[in-house]
């Protein structure tokens, strides 16, 4: 029933900046945490920020003080700026729901490409 869906993605250069934005539905109020991930080529599907039920905020030491996340009920934005072409990647948006138990379930955007040139 919930569903994700990221826009914003494109092509720019280094230096420049670029907002992602992920819409959501199906209650987030029932998510643990809301944020962004990533996979690069050649790499693994990355955390790239998030935000938990308590409005904490989360970080990859790669993008900080550079981007930002932030959450306007069901709107979920991610600010990017001084991009590097280590920033090429397609970029998804992602909910987890704990459970009763320990266990978590996630639930995933269909992704958007960025790609940064030099």
């Known amino acids: 029933q919930v569903q994700l869906v990221e826009s914003g993605g494109g092509l720019l250069q280094a230096g420049g900046s670029l907002t992602l934005s992920c819409a959501a539905s199906?209650?987030?109020?029932?998510?643990?945490?809301i944020g962004w991930y990533r996979r690069a080529p050649g790499k693994e599907r990355e955390l790239v920020a998030d935000i938990k039920s308590d409005s904490g905020t989360n970080y990859a030491e790669s993008v900080k003080g550079r981007f930002s996340i932030s959450r306007v009920k069901n709107l979920l934005n991610l600010k990017m700026s001084s991009m590097q072409p280590e920033d090429t990647a397609v970029y998804y948006c992602?909910?987890?729901?704990?459970?009763?138990?320990?266990?978590?379930?996630?639930?995933w955007g269909r992704g958007t490409q960025v790609t940064v040139s030099s």
């Open positions: 992602n909910a987890q729901r704990r459970l009763v138990g320990g266990t978590s379930y996630n639930y």
């Open positions: 199906g209650g987030t109020f029932r998510f643990y945490a």
